[in-house]
């Protein structure tokens, strides 16, 4: 300022580690409060370390002295308090280096009224986190989604006559070693079901797998009024006589048979009379086989092939 005597306009700024604070670099340091002077008493202070999705925090432990047990830092892999705690530090020894492996970290640091220290200081660098297991190749169905890294979500898809078993979503978690959050689902041939989509497939149970022994499945087959069914046994391969299909014009066993398949031999076609079908396959206890039955639009077209 000017004057007679030099001075500066406001008093000389001083740099202070504060108590606790928000970090989203992918490098930085905390320090314990008034460091590399003593920590003051009756502090309560919380670091959060909040980074995209996919990544973790490596912690190293460049200076570390607390009362022990009384004044303490825990390190929790996560922001909230029911977060998995990684570490719980205090006493006179540099702890060893930390990694935390979800994309929020969270550093809490509480003393006690005595016996001050040095505190700490920490250098904190960001890391890639590992994805979760490629579920590909996946049987009788496919995968929405090819980002398999932590936070993300896939989904799962059957193709035309296969069920999915398990959840179709699938988030990969955090944690030490990637994993889903749930079982990786599965696509399969199921004995027996109902079809009222005016396209579709029907698979022996198991496909493209044999058949089990002693299956009794139904499937029904229901379209619009006023529209009637196209079946065709283009080829069929079951244990002759024993393991065959049967089909009614109509929804339940007491309505006309119009006819049982069995065997290899390709078959003429059939038409019903009825807006609805039943289909039911049976299975003794010896040879398998196995066939796929073709649901397509028209009045609703189906057609059953074994290979």
């Known amino acids: 300022m000017p004057g007679p005597v030099r001075r500066w306009n406001y008093p000389i700024p001083i740099c202070l580690a504060q108590c606790g604070g928000a970090m989203s670099d992918f490098s930085g340091v905390i320090l314990s409060p008034g460091f590399p002077g003593n920590y003051p008493s009756s502090l309560d202070c919380t670091w959060t370390i909040k980074l995209p999705v996919g990544f973790g925090v490596h912690l190293q432990f460049v200076n570390f002295s607390t009362e022990t047990i009384h004044d303490y830092l825990e390190v929790r892999s ?52 590992q994805s979760c297991p490629d579920p590909r190749p996946f049987r009788n169905g496919f995968v929405i989604g090819n980002d398999f890294t932590v936070g993300q979500t896939i989904s799962f898809e059957c193709f035309p006559g296969y069920t999915l078993i398990g959840n179709s979503a699938l988030t990969c978690l955090h944690g030490v070693s990637r994993n889903w959050n749930h079982p990786l689902p599965r696509c399969e041939a199921l004995c027996g079901g109902n079809i009222t989509a005016m396209n579709g497939t029907i698979y022996s149970p198991g496909y493209p797998d044999e058949y089990p022994n002693f299956q009794d499945c139904f499937w029904l087959v229901r379209v619009p009024p006023g529209n009637g069914i196209y079946i065709n046994f283009t080829v069929l391969q079951t244990e002759p006589i024993y393991d065959f299909i049967t089909v009614w014009d109509g929804p339940d066993q007491n309505s006309p048979q119009i006819g049982q398949f069995s065997g290899n031999t390709a078959l003429e076609s059939v038409y019903s009379t009825s807006n609805q079908i039943l289909i039911k396959f049976h299975s003794d206890f010896t040879t398998s086989g196995f066939f796929v039955c073709f649901v397509n639009v028209l009045f609703l077209t189906l057609s059953c092939l074994t290979l």
């Open 78 to 129: 996560g922001s909230s308090e029911t977060s998995t705690v990684i570490g719980r530090l205090s006493g006179p020894q540099i702890p060893s280096s930390l990694f935390s492996t979800t994309h929020e970290t969270s550093l809490y640091f509480h003393s006690d009224y005595s016996q001050n220290k040095q505190g700490f200081h920490i250098v904190y660098q960001a890391y890639q986190l």
